[in-house]
């Protein structure tokens, strides 16, 4: 059985039982047969469905958003946001699909020659708890739209959103099978992967679990797409509006009680206006409400599951041990932990090194802008910077020297349907979102008349 435990109240909310290996096969066998009819539909008639898709989400954004909260601890009203967001990106695919998919005409000596975009068929999912509609989303919306067919097997978790995401497809109207939803525990991933009937994986987690799931893909010479997580920093120079980027800069770490993987982690800043931006970074840090998930006043929910939490006291205390100082928070109840700030944190500490997913920062100080540039590239993720300044002709500068795959002038790093999202180095590789991200799962086959 695999279990949904509301992280606020520790109660078991529902249990799902996992599907026989006849009852995968099945879900695979219909994938399949849906896969060759849906191929052959037009932009057209997928873009409606997907329109109908927005606005069962919109409709029902409630309901869908307190499955979230009780199951993962996500403050309601930005559940609620994201369900708004997922809606977004489903109108977003549904008009620009076809244009982002249309054949591209290359002069050669050809009398005609082009590339064409062709769905390849069945991509799996393997998705977390985070996000648990928007990180799925991002990818169903393209992929479908691109005429593929998706399967999920999501995070164990959030198996009653995982079955809500399945019935938003159901409810707007699309064929069978086109997204199903597979409740399955992650050791059954390495054989849906090997199945001939699947032909690429997508994964948005943990290095480990991204690990193993392209590894698989590889020895079957199938496509995969990780993302990967991040340990983003906030840079803050010494000319930077402190009002405009303490606000931005909060918001950066604490939305989604920190769980992000785009969320500003290292905080870096300039010694000469450190004092005065802790002070009142702390001040607001301080005002952020904690409390049930469920009140709409909310803004710090409890943390995924105990066990992260958990997982982020021992990298604070770690942090502690080397140095570091505690300056606000640090208590942990449950799967609860206080939004915690420590000062003194340098490159050697957790706290700097290691992805830390929930409400803590750490502060570093630089005394040069090269040591800041330096100490970004240090990180061994690559999702992105946030870096403020109000010299744009010195941020234009500086873009090039910095390893991620996104740098963000004077705001925090989020992602947008319309621009492309992913990682370097172990935040992983490949675009969702945008045309690249639609991009990723297709056959561009080139075809040359003579
Ligand atoms: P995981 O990476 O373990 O889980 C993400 C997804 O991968 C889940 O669907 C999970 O299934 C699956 N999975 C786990 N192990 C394997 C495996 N060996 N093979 C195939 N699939 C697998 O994340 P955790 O929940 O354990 O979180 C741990 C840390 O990962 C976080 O603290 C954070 O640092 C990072 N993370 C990053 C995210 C991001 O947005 N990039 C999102 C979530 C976590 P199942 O739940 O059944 O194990």
Same mark, same amino acid.
């Given at each position: 059985?695999i279990?949904?435990k509301?992280?606020?109240?520790?109660e078991?909310?529902e249990?799902?039982?996992?599907?026989?290996?006849?009852?995968?096969?099945?879900?695979?066998?219909?994938?399949?047969?849906?896969?060759?009819k849906?191929?052959?539909?037009?932009?057209?008639?997928r873009?409606?469905l997907?329109l109908?898709?927005?606005a069962? $989400?919109?409709?029902?954004k409630?309901e869908?958003a307190r499955?979230?909260s009780?199951?993962?601890?996500?403050?309601i009203?930005q559940?609620?946001?994201?369900?708004?967001?997922?809606?977004?990106?489903?109108?977003?695919?549904a008009?620009?699909?076809e244009?982002?998919?249309?054949?591209?005409t290359i002069?050669?000596?050809?009398s005609?020659s082009?590339v064409?975009?062709?769905?390849?068929?069945?991509?799996?999912?393997?998705?977390?708890?985070n996000?648990?509609?928007w990180q799925v989303?991002?990818?169903?919306?393209?992929?479908?739209?691109?005429g593929?067919?998706g399967?999920?097997?999501?995070?164990?978790n959030?198996?009653r959103?995982?079955?809500n995401? &399945?019935?938003?497809?159901?409810?707007?109207?699309?064929?069978?099978?086109?997204?199903?939803?597979?409740?399955?525990?992650s050791?059954?991933?390495?054989a849906i992967?090997?199945?001939?009937?699947?032909?690429a994986?997508?994964?948005?987690?943990?290095?480990?679990?991204?690990?193993?799931?392209?590894?698989?893909a590889g020895g079957e010479?199938?496509?995969?797409?990780?993302?990967?997580?991040?340990?983003n920093?906030l840079?803050?120079f010494?000319?930077a509006?402190?009002e405009e980027?303490v606000?931005?800069?909060?918001q950066?770490r604490? &939305?989604n009680t920190?769980?992000?993987?785009?969320?500003?982690?290292?905080?870096?800043?300039?010694?000469?206006i450190a004092?005065e931006?802790i002070?009142?970074?702390?001040?607001?840090?301080?005002?952020?409400?904690?409390g049930?998930p469920l009140?709409?006043?909310t803004?710090?929910?409890t943390?995924?599951?105990?066990?992260?939490?958990?997982?982020l006291e021992k990298?604070?205390?770690?942090?502690?041990?080397a140095?570091?100082?505690?300056?606000?928070g640090?208590k942990?109840?449950?799967?609860?932990l206080e939004?915690?700030? $420590?000062?003194?944190?340098t490159?050697?500490?957790s706290?700097? &090194?290691e992805?830390?997913f929930?409400?803590?920062?750490?502060?570093?100080?630089?005394k040069?802008?090269q040591?800041?540039i330096d100490l970004?590239?240090?990180s061994?993720?690559?999702?992105?910077?946030?870096?403020?300044?109000?010299?744009?002709?010195?941020?234009e500068?500086?873009?090039?020297?910095?390893e991620?795959?996104?740098v963000?002038?004077?705001e925090l790093?989020?992602?947008?349907p319309?621009?492309p999202?992913?990682?370097?180095?172990?935040s992983?590789?490949?675009r969702?979102l945008?045309?690249d991200?639609?991009?990723?799962?297709v056959?561009?086959k080139t075809?040359?008349?003579?």
């Open positions: 059985m279990e949904s509301n992280p606020y109240t520790g078991v909310i249990k799902f039982k996992e599907l026989t290996k006849p009852e995968i096969d099945k879900a695979l066998e219909n994938a399949d047969g849906r896969f060759k849906w191929r052959k539909t037009s932009f057209k008639e873009a409606d997907m109908k898709a927005a069962e $989400l919109k409709k029902n409630k869908y499955d979230i009780v199951e993962m601890g996500k403050p009203s559940a609620i946001s994201e369900i708004e967001k997922c809606a977004w990106v489903c109108e977003y695919y008009e620009k699909a244009k982002h998919l249309s054949s591209k002069k050669t000596d050809a005609k082009y064409s975009y062709e769905p390849i068929g069945v991509v799996l999912a393997v998705m977390p708890w996000y648990p509609f989303f991002r990818f169903a919306a393209p992929a479908l739209m691109a593929n067919i399967i999920l097997k999501h995070a164990s959030v198996m959103s995982a079955n995401i &399945q019935k938003v497809f159901e409810r707007a109207g699309f064929p069978d099978a086109c997204f199903q939803n597979l409740v399955i525990g050791s059954k991933i390495e992967i090997k199945d001939p009937r699947v032909k994986v997508t994964l948005t987690g943990s290095r480990p679990a991204g690990s193993a799931v392209a590894s698989t010479i199938k496509k995969s797409v990780l993302e990967l997580g991040g340990s920093a840079v803050v010494k000319d509006d402190l980027s606000k931005t800069c909060v950066a604490f &939305q920190g769980q992000s993987c785009i969320a500003g982690k290292r905080l870096i800043l300039h010694e000469s004092d931006f002070d009142e970074f702390v001040r607001q840090v301080r005002e952020l409400k904690s049930d009140d709409e006043d803004f710090i929910g943390l995924a599951r105990e066990d992260l939490a958990k997982d990298q604070i205390q770690d942090s502690v041990k140095g570091a100082k505690i300056i606000l640090g942990r109840d449950r799967a609860y939004p915690t700030v $420590l000062t003194n944190v490159s050697e500490m706290m700097f &090194q992805e830390t929930g409400p803590a920062i750490g502060v570093t100080t630089f040069k802008d040591e800041a970004v590239n240090l061994d993720f690559g999702l992105g910077v946030s870096i403020f300044t109000s010299d744009m002709d010195f941020a500068k500086i873009v090039p020297e910095f991620d795959g996104a963000f002038v004077n790093v989020k992602s947008d319309r621009l999202f992913g990682g370097t180095k172990i992983g590789y490949g969702e945008s045309a991200g639609i991009q990723e799962f056959n561009k075809v040359y008349f003579k």
